[in-house]
């Protein structure tokens, strides 16, 4: 139940400050990202998976489904391992290239200097 109202909430709130957050995001680009989550979903009919579609089919912005993400890998750890889970919503990654600001991507900037830090 606790799951339900925060979804609940999770979508009226995305409709509160759909106006205000939202960016101009190319309608078929962002339904390419949103194909490509759903995918991944895949056709489960049990009620988180129902839940999730749900959320990625109402969410308004790139940026709404980006931060979809976490949910995304969670729902996919529990058929994959998490390795398997992690690639699959990395490769997702390209596709949100000039929907979402280039600091979220993190564009490998972070990779590179944590190598240099750590000789890795």
């Keep these: 139940m606790k799951q339900f109202f925060s979804t609940l909430f999770d ?10 957050s939202r960016r101009d995001d ?11 989550m759903l995918e991944l979903v ?3 009919t049990n009620w988180e998976a129902e839940q999730l ?3 990625m089919l109402v969410a ?4 709404a489904l980006w931060f979809m993400r976490p949910d995304l890998l969670h729902w ?3 058929a994959h391992e998490e390795r398997a ?3 699959k919503v990395m490769a997702l990654q390209p596709l949100f ?5 280039p600091s979220l991507l993190g564009n490998g900037q972070r990779r590179e200097r944590r190598e240099r830090t750590f000789g890795g």
Excluded: F, W
């Excluded at 190319?26 to 490509?36: E, G, H, I, S, T």
């Excluded at 308004?60 to 940026?63: V, Y």
């Excluded at 290239?97 to 600001?101: A, K, M, R, T, W």
């Design 11 to 20: 979508t009226v709130a995305q409709r509160l400050h759909g106006n205000d």
């Design 26 to 36: 190319d309608p078929y680009r962002l339904a390419r990202v949103r194909r490509a």
């Design 42 to 44: 895949g056709e489960d």
């Design 53 to 55: 579609r749900h959320r």
């Design 60 to 63: 308004e912005s790139a940026r």
């Design 76 to 78: 996919l750890c529990r």
């Design 85 to 87: 889970a992690m690639a």
């Design 97 to 101: 290239d000039g929907l979402v600001e």
